[in-house]
C-alpha cells in the first residue's frame, strides 16, 4: 500500500501551479503535512498505525469478553484509519504518475491538465467536511437508539468518547476514500475519451490508469479482508453464509473498480486493432492475387518477391493478433486475482486449525 507513496511519482504539472477549483480536503491536507515530513511517509503511518492499535488495545482489551477477538480487533481497528488514509495518499500519487505517462497523448492544453490532475488528486473540501458530520453523528445516535446491539453497555464516559472519537474517524476517513474514489474512476473514463492517438503497440501511456484501477480494487480488498477473520471461534453458519455474502459483494465492488473505468479505453483499442486488422486482411488478399498473376505469367522473381511479401503481412496479422485490448498488464490482473484468492485461503485455514485445536 504504501509502496506507491514512498516512491518518486512523475508529477505531470508542479503542485504549486496547479488549477484549483476547489479546496482540498483534510485528508489532503494531512497526506500534504505527511509528505512534507522528513524521511519516507511509511514511518509516519507506520509510527501512526502504532499508536492507533494501542489505543485501541486499552479499550478493547478491557471490555472483551474473548481476548484473542480483542487483540485482533485491537490491530486491525487501531490501524485501520491511518491504513485508508495511506492508501488514498497512495492513490493520489499513483493517480498522479499515470497522468504524467498518458499526457503525451492527450488532447488537453496545459490549464486543462492542471485542473484535471486537481480533479485526480485532490478530494473537495466541503464533500469531505460533510461526509465527516455525518460520521460523528451516526455514532451517538446508534448508541442512544441501541445500546445493547452497539455493546456499550459497561463502558466508561471516556472509553464510549474514544469509541465514538475512532468509529467517526474510522467512518469518515471510508467515505472520503469512497467518494474519492468513484471520482477518480469516473475521471478515468472521461480522461480516455480525450486520448488523441491510439497505438497499439505504444501501451505504456495506454494502460497507465490500470495501474489506478488495480490499486484501487487491490486496496479496497485490503483493507476489509482482515474483517473476515475478527468473529468468535464459536460463530454460527449464518453468521458465516453472511460474512461470504459480504466478501462477494466486496469482491464485485472492487471488480467493477478495477475492470468498468477501464472500457472506453478497451473500445478504442478494439476499434484500432480491428482497423489494422482490415488493412492488413486487404494487403493479403491484394498481394495473393498478385502471386496468381505473377504464376499465370510465369515470372519466377516476381512469385518470390510476392512470396516474401505475403509471409510478411501474414506474420504482420499475427502479430497483431496477438495484441490485448484490455488495457492492463499480466502482473496487475494477476495482483487482483490473488488478493481475492488469498483471503479465502487463509481463511479455510484458520478454519480448519481452529477446529483441530
Known sequence: MTSEITATASQPVDAASSSR???????????????????????????????????SAWSAIAVAAELSLAVGGALYYGALPFAVIALIHSLDRTASSALGVLRPVLAMD????????????????????????????????????DPIGSQIVGYGPVTLFFRWAWESLITAVFLILI???????????????????????????????????????????????????????EAGVSYL?????????AVIVCGAAFALPMRGMHDRLVAEKRRLQGEIGRRITSTLEA????????????????????????????VVNRVPTWPWSTGALTGFASAIVLPIVLFLVQRVLSQLV
Open 110 to 145: 496545459d490549464a486543462e491538465i492542471s485542473e484535471t490532475h486537481h480533479q485526480m488528486t485532490v478530494a473537495p473540501a466541503r464533500p469531505a467536511m460533510i461526509v465527516t458530520l455525518i460520521a460523528a453523528i451516526v455514532g451517538p445516535v446508534t448508541y442512544a437508539l
Open 241 to 249: 453464509v453472511i460474512t461470504a455474502g459480504w466478501y462477494g459483494f
Open 179 to 233: 467518494y474519492h474514489s468513484f471520482r477518480q474512476l469516473r475521471l478515468i473514463s472521461r480522461i480516455h475519451e480525450r486520448v488523441g492517438r491510439i497505438d497499439v503497440f505504444d501501451q505504456a501511456p495506454l494502460y497507465a490508469m490500470s495501474r489506478v484501477t488495480s490499486s484501487t480494487a487491490v486496496g479496497l480488498l485490503l483493507l476489509l479482508v482482515p474483517s473476515l477473520f475478527l468473529f468468535p471461534a
Open 21 to 55: 477549483p476547489y479546496a482540498p480536503s483534510w485528508v489532503n491536507l494531512l497526506t500534504s503535512w505527511i509528505e512534507a515530513l522528513p524521511g519516507p511517509a511509511w514511518v509516519a503511518y507506520g509510527v501512526a498505525m502504532t499508536g492507533g492499535v494501542l489505543l
Open 291 to 318: 502471386v496468381q498473376v505473377a504464376v499465370d505469367a510465369g515470372d519466377v522473381a516476381a512469385i518470390e518477391a510476392r512470396n516474401r511479401a505475403l509471409a510478411t503481412l501474414v506474420a504482420s496479422r499475427d
